[in-house]
T-cell receptor
Framework: EAQVTQNPRYLITVTGKKLTVTCSQNMNHEYMSWYRQDPGLGLRQIYYSMNVEVTDKGDVPEGYKVSRKEKRNFPLILESPSPNQTSLYFC?????????????FGDGTRLSIL | TQLLEQSPQFLSIQEGENLTVYCNSSSVFSSLQWYRQEPGEGPVLLVTVVTGGEVKKLKRLTFQFGDARKDSSLHITAAQPGDTGLYLCAGVETSGTYKYIFGTGTRLKVLA
């Protein structure tokens, strides 16, 4: 089954403790991206990757890192999480970066930073 | 950064009523997508509109792309409780990046 898998689905942690949210897709998609969703602000893109070893900043990259060493995986790293990074996070992938390419989303990771 | 503004932000209607959701920008987009998101899940693509003036229908949902490709609308005829969800428009910036921009969303509740 074609899917985007995120782990963990839920995480409660404390300020400053490094964490990684994994994302994997099995559709051989080139474009992958991370979003955060906050009430009243919609989905905002954090980082995106157009292919292996190619990543770029979205609209809200501060406090986050990503890597794309393999085509299928695109982990999101919070080196020193802070409470303002408490949010619902989504990973998505699409065949390419074209504006008519549908994005396929994971089921989300709800992150709480105390 | 290009912006997409959606209105209304919230909508609560009775089953059988019609409604329209708007997605507006001051910038041109080469295409716009509409997604629906249900609680506990990621957004799912409904449609992509590509050509200015284009109209696409998906059962009781009608999507239109503005002639100038700066706006889009979603019209639902005879809404049903199953239409309840968060509706999002989205597009890729045309400024040379490949950033994806999402609208702020319209939360629709259809009461039986």
């Amino acid at each position: 089954e074609a899917q985007v898998t995120q782990n963990p689905r839920y995480l409660i942690t404390v300020t400053g403790k490094k964490l990684t949210v994994t994302c994997s897709q099995n559709m051989n998609h080139e474009y992958m991206s991370w979003y955060r969703q906050d009430p009243g602000l919609g989905l905002r893109q954090i980082y995106y990757s157009m292919n292996v070893e190619v990543t770029d900043k979205g609209d809200v990259p501060e406090g986050y890192k990503v890597s794309r060493k393999e085509k299928r995986n695109f982990p999101l790293i919070l080196e020193s999480p802070s409470p303002n990074q408490t949010s619902l996070y989504f990973c998505a992938s699409s065949l390419g970066s074209g504006s008519n390419q549908p994005q396929h989303f994971g089921d989300g990771t709800r992150l709480s930073i105390l | 950064t290009q912006l997409l503004e959606q209105s209304p932000q919230f909508l609560s209607i009775q089953e059988g009523e019609n409604l329209t959701v708007y997605c507006n920008s001051s910038s041109v987009f080469s295409s716009l997508q509409w997604y629906r998101q249900e609680p506990g899940e990621g957004p799912v693509l409904l449609v992509t509109v590509v050509t200015g003036g284009e109209v696409k229908k998906l059962k009781r949902l009608t999507f239109q792309f503005g002639d100038a490709r700066k706006d889009s609308s979603l019209h639902i005829t005879a809404a049903q409780p199953g239409d309840t969800g968060l509706y999002l428009c989205a597009g890729v910036e045309t400024s040379g990046t490949y950033k994806y921009i999402f609208g702020t969303g319209t939360r629709l509740k259809v009461l039986a």
